[in-house]
Every structure is written in C-alpha cells, then in structure tokens.
C-alpha cells in the first residue's frame, strides 16, 4: 500500500494498544478452532495456525494455554463469525470480519461506526467482488534462495512470492489452497511465522492526504471494536 499510508496508519493508530487486541483476536480464533476441531493441536490444524500466530505476536504460552482451557469448560463463550460489508467516505469499499457472541450487538454496533464515520453499510455481497480473498503465511527467512522456493511451492498452490520490510518470506496462495500451503511449509521444515485469510483488493482508490484521513478515521473505529476481527478495504 506504499509508505505514505503507513506512516499515515501508524501515526492514526498510535494510542491504540495493537497487542491487547492481537490477544483477544487470536483467543477469539482459538476458541473457534477448538469448538470446530477440539483442543489437541497435533490434531487440529487451525488451532496449530492459531498456536503459531500466538506466537507471531508474543502472546505468552500461558495465556495461550488459558484460551484452550477456557474453549473447553463449562463457561465457554460461543462465538459466531461474521463479515459485513460497506463504504468509507469517498467511495472507499470496507469489508470487516468479525467474531461475536451476539451478532445484534455486533451489527448494530459496525452500522454505527459507518455512520459516524460518514460510511454507510451495505448489504452482503455489495462489495466483496471487489476483492480476492488469499491465504498468506509470513516465514522466517534463513537464506532461502527465493526463485528455488517459488519452484518447489508452485505446485501447492502458490500465487506470489516475495519479502517483507522486515526481511521476511511472504507466501501467497488462493483461497481454496490454503492447507495445502500450510502442510507444505510445514513438511518443508520452513518456520511460519504467521498464516491468515486475507481479502486483496483488485482495484484501489487513491485519495487526498484529507480525504485518507478521514477514511483511516473509521478504519481505526472499526478497529477497536471488540468485536471485529480484521477490516480490509481499498484505499491505495
């Protein structure tokens, strides 16, 4: 998205406590993942993805360990995922996936920040073709020659490859190969040091530094709900 935006985006978000919601989202996704495939790891591989991106963002072992008991007792919460789509101001499209326990509060409360935000929300699929959704894994770069690791990934699935800011290995993949991927990386010994579900824009909307400003406003209140899990959009 160019460096512009994200000096943009981390001057916006620089009040908001990023780990405490990485903690509550992936203590969401573990909770889910359990209740789908129960709680051994070994045997559940969207708990071993939320096990590994626990570890991506430093989440204690403990706490992780907490969210598998909690998921498992008496008292679990039963959370339900949910996406809903819509606009930002200036014609900007914005798609939020939530994960919620009431989805009258949930929905009541995106309309809401759309509002505010001078957004408005609109109606299932009214913006979702304006996006790819991929699966991207995040590993560890120890070397690797990149042009020899696109020719031993192509035939799992791989869409992209490339490096991060940081130097490390992102891997694309399309939606529907995101386990072969996983199993993939996996086999290879690679670490992974993240894997998620992502939406990628096929078109972007270039604003003014104003205009930005104004559609980063109700990105960054979305964001904070406790309810939303990550928010995608088209803003170059």
């Given at each position: ?9 981390s ?10 919601k ?40 403990d ?15 039963d959370?339900e ?19 919620t ?15 505010k ?24 770069n ?15 699935g ?21 386990g ?35 559609v980063?406003?109700?990105?960054d209140r ?15």
């Amino acid at each position: 998205m160019g460096r512009i935006f994200e000096v943009r985006k981390s001057t916006m978000f620089a009040r908001w406590d990023k780990m405490a919601k990485n903690f509550s989202r992936i203590g969401k996704e573990i909770a889910i993942a359990v209740k789908q495939g129960g709680p051994d790891p070994d045997n559940n591989p969207a708990l071993r993805r939320c096990v590994q991106n626990a570890k991506g963002v430093n989440m204690p072992k403990d706490r992780v360990d907490a969210a598998i008991k909690r998921a498992m007792g008496k008292d679990k919460t039963d959370y339900e995922e949910a996406v809903y789509e819509g606009y930002a101001p200036h014609g900007v499209a914005v798609i939020v996936d939530t994960a919620t326990d009431n989805t009258t509060r949930t929905v009541a409360n995106v309309r809401m920040h759309f509002n505010k935000g001078g957004g408005s929300l609109g109606t299932s699929g009214s913006v979702g073709f304006l996006f790819n959704r991929v699966g991207e894994f995040k590993v560890k770069n120890e070397g690797q020659n990149l042009e020899e690791l696109e020719l031993e990934l192509i035939d799992f699935g791989l869409d992209e490859i490339g490096e991060d800011s940081e130097g490390n290995i992102i891997v694309r993949v399309t939606f529907t190969e995101f386990g072969n991927m996983s199993k993939a990386l996996e086999d290879k010994g690679l670490e992974v040091i993240s894997s998620e579900l992502k939406r990628i824009p096929t078109t972007t909307v270039e604003l003014n530094e104003e205009q930005a400003k104004e559609v980063l406003e109700l990105i960054d209140r979305l964001e904070q709900d406790d309810d939303v899990q990550q928010v995608f959009h088209n803003l170059k």
